[in-house]
């Protein structure tokens, strides 16, 4: 069935202090601040795959691609915007292409005016339209940052038999040296190899009551050339057998190269995250979740550590916590905000504390060989940082906010992908359903029980 959609294209403008504007390479100031955007007004914003601006050869970079809608409210009615923001010094041109999520394309154009614009005289124009032919596509994940960098471990358990010494080979490729680190010190140092270091947190399944406990870490990675090498990773763990298992002792964690931001930027990350963090924990098991007894142990409540630390005898608000990172005046002050006590938090920022390495990491997911999982949550990570770093300031919601607003907000406005949007959808609502693929092994797994519902290995 053919999908078909009305929009309208038009711009807002606002001009800006000399003081507050940018500077051209000509020495010209860009006073005047313009959003040009295609509005959804009519049928499934979804038609659409992307909206790429092309602002001519006088940008740069000249084309700028919007992938991801935002819900906005126009002369009282919802409508889903396409847009992207500059500073500029004059009027010109923009040409706009559609790509509809089968594959159909459609040209427009939009003359940017510099005078008093705005949403409500735009939509009083009469609309346009764009109509999909051909079948809709799932979105695709969006292409990770040249620019980012990043790292992976992931917690993993063999059978007696199976020495990490023999597991390592099984991983390595012809660019992907896998090395067996015996000391714990040494396996910590960050290396250019990957590594299988020795991880005593780790509790063996009720069904393999004596194993070998073992972390799987990368060296620093770098944007699409590094998933392909988890991906590849992964792929060989396949070959190995006896098969190596993992349980909820275990995690996956990620590392996201921060060296680039400035304590302003830093400081936006953690306000998400704490604005976030109860929908992040729709995403997870129920055990990496926080009030679990795991969650205490390991991956504490960021939001948490910041309230014990402005408790006024009362409730925290919203307000307080947002406020009270926004307060902190350099990183180490920030660190000991987020984590109060050490570095077991679900973002562990102490690396930038101690300056062992330039990333802060991701602690919360619960470990998983599949690639799918793997890749997905190194993308959201990455995706969660850059554009935090990148955006303005986050508002902190109203303390009466729903759950499912905040998560619509998240990746609407935060991830910008709506493939992770799905896939985190979909994972939300599985865990919630009860289909919950935390492996319900606790200490006692160690001696061969499972707390009375069994302690089936698989790949998660």
């Given amino acids: 069935m053919p999908e078909s959609v009305q929009f309208i294209v038009g711009n807002t403008y606002h001009k800006l202090p000399s003081r507050h504007a940018k500077q051209s390479r000509s020495g010209i100031r860009k006073v005047h601040d313009v959003t040009i955007f295609l509005d959804i007004t009519r049928g499934n914003p979804d038609a659409i795959e992307k909206v790429s601006f092309d602002l001519g050869s006088s940008f740069d970079p000249q084309t700028f691609t919007c992938s991801t809608p935002i819900s906005i409210t ?70 990770v940052p040249e620019t980012a960098r990043f790292g992976i471990e992931l917690e993993l358990s063999s059978a007696m038999q199976l020495q990490a010494e023999t597991v390592a080979p099984y991983l390595q490729d012809t660019d992907i040296e896998v090395h067996v680190i015996r000391d714990y010190r040494q396996g910590r140092s960050t290396s250019d190899q990957w590594k299988l270091v020795p991880d005593g947190s780790i509790v063996c399944s009720a069904s393999q009551p004596d194993c070998n406990k073992f972390e799987l870490v990368s060296p620093p990675l770098c944007a699409g050339k590094g998933l392909h090498h988890v991906s590849r990773i992964l792929n060989r763990m396949e070959n190995i057998q006896p098969r190596l298992k993992v349980n909820k002792s275990m995690g996956f964690h990620v590392h996201v190269d921060v060296s680039s931001f400035t304590t302003s930027q830093l400081i936006k990350v953690c306000q998400q995250f704490v604005k976030y963090e109860e929908v992040l924990d729709t995403f997870m098991p129920s055990s990496r979740r926080t009030g679990s007894t795991e969650s205490n142990s390991y991956f504490q409540s ?90 303005k300031a986050p508002t902190p919601f109203t303390d009466r906010s729903s759950l499912e607003k905040k998560f619509e907000g998240l990746f609407q406005f935060v991830i910008k992908d709506r493939a992770l949007r799905e896939f985190y959808r979909n994972r939300r609502d599985a865990l919630a359903s009860g289909d919950d693929d935390d492996c319900a092994c606790c200490t006692t797994c160690a001696v061969g029980r499972s707390g009375g519902r069994g302690c089936a290995s698989k790949l998660y």
């Avoid at 003359?111 to 008093?116: I, R």
């Fill in 302 to 391: 960021n939001r948490g550590s910041v309230e014990d630390q402005i408790f006024y005898g009362g409730a925290v608000s919203n307000r307080q916590i947002h406020n009270a990172l926004e307060e902190c005046h350099d990183v180490p002050s920030l660190v000991n905000m987020m984590n109060r006590q050490g570095r077991y938090y679900k973002l562990n920022m102490q690396n930038l504390a101690t300056g062992r390495q330039p990333t802060i990491e991701f602690r919360q997911h619960s470990a998983t060989m599949n690639y799918e999982k793997v890749s997905a949550w190194i993308r959201f990570c990455i995706a969660f940082c850059m554009n935090s770093a990148r955006l």
């Fill in 74 to 143: 126009v002369n009282g009615n919802q409508v889903w915007r396409f847009a992207t923001r500059q500073q500029v010094f004059g009027a010109f041109h923009a040409d706009i292409k559609i790509r509809g999520a089968g594959g159909s394309a459609a040209e427009t154009s939009h003359f940017v005016s510099l005078d008093n614009q705005s949403e409500e005289n735009a939509h009083s124009q009469r609309p346009q339209n764009f109509t999909e032919h051909k079948q809709l596509k799932a979105p695709r994940m969006m292409k």
